[in-house]
């Protein structure tokens, strides 16, 4: 969802659908932060309900982490900034 940020205005010239050109920028970030946040909460509990070892956890809290960290950004830059 987060890429469909970058190409906004030739997604609309060419009337492509995406969340961006649909619902606009900032709320095609927050839904995206919104469903790596839901993300966090299933990866938890998939650890807890199974089998998995902390190198799951580990390794998937990091990239979440890195992930949510740029999702964050472009919650918080101004339009001509997220091109």
Known sequence: MAE????VDEDRIHGVK?????FGVKNA?????????IALIMGIILFLKTVLSYVFLI?????????T???YRLITSKKEDMK
């Open 69 to 71: 960290y740029q999702s």
């Open 18 to 22: 995406t969340y961006a050109a649909s």
């Open 4 to 7: 469909g940020i970058v190409d």
């Open 29 to 37: 970030a927050r839904i995206s932060f919104i469903l790596f946040l």
């Open 59 to 67: 390794s998937f809290i990091y990239i979440w982490i890195y992930i």
